[in-house]
């Protein structure tokens, strides 16, 4: 079946570095996602992996590892603002190219 | 260009009330979604529209939950009778193809059921 697993909660300190890891079993696998949720609010796009290795986007680093199933979203220097939730999503081939999410990962920041 | 639009942002009804969300994609893009978040969750696909067609909603319980993207653009989710497990932010999301970089989500509305 397609799982994916991330951490339910993480705490983190005003700025300090977190990685947030994310594995996952899924067939057909054609790319990750990571989006980041304020509570309230609706998912907003933050990075993109099809291929091994680190993409970086400002602050922000997402890596993926195909072969062991693994990404992680790292984010530097946080800020207040950091606090939210970060959902891993994999799409699949196998599922009519549809996102299959994880339940994220709640990222508190402490001043 | 302009958002995912979705309304109304907010909506509390009492159990077996009958209720219906709207949702307006980006301009252009085929795939539109609908998605249910229950809270600490993440999101569940209820179902997928390519253009005005049907792609998945083999996850959208059928006896109480219907939805239609007439004309291939706006769409609509409807839930009668609703239940208090209903009570969640139901999402809209669209993007260019199946294959499309990623999801762009509306602003959701969240649904309270008492």
């Known amino acids: 079946g397609q799982n994916i697993d991330q951490p339910t909660e993480m705490t983190a300190t005003e700025g300090a570095i977190v990685q947030i890891n994310c594995t996952y079993q899924t067939s057909g696998f054609n790319g990750l996602f990571w989006y980041q949720q304020h509570a309230g609010e609706a998912p907003t796009f933050l990075s993109y992996n099809v291929l091994d290795g680190l993409e970086e986007k400002g602050r922000f680093s997402s890596f993926l590892s195909r072969s062991k199933g693994y990404s992680y979203l790292l984010l530097k220097e946080l800020q207040m603002k950091d606090s939210a939730s970060y959902l891993c999503a994999v799409r699949s081939m196998d599922s009519n190219y549809q996102l299959i999410w994880g339940a994220g990962t709640k990222l508190i920041i402490k001043p | 260009e302009a958002g995912v639009a979705q309304s109304p942002r907010y909506k509390i009804i009492e159990k077996r009330q009958s209720v219906a969300f709207w949702c307006n994609p980006i301009?252009?893009?085929?795939?539109l979604y609908w998605y249910q978040q229950i809270l600490g969750q993440g999101p569940k696909l209820l179902i997928q529209?390519?253009?005005?067609?049907?792609?998945?909603d083999s996850q959208l319980p059928k006896d109480r939950f219907s939805a239609e993207r007439l004309k291939g653009v706006d769409s609509t989710l409807k839930i009668q009778p609703a239940k208090l497990e209903d009570s969640a932010v139901y999402l809209c999301?669209?993007?260019?193809?199946?294959?499309?970089?990623?999801?762009?989500f509306g602003s959701g509305t969240r649904l309270t059921v008492v």
């Open positions: 529209f390519q253009n005005n067609g049907v792609v998945d």
């Open positions: 999301a669209s993007s260019l193809a199946r294959q499309g970089d990623g999801y762009t």
């Open positions: 301009s252009g893009h085929a795939t």
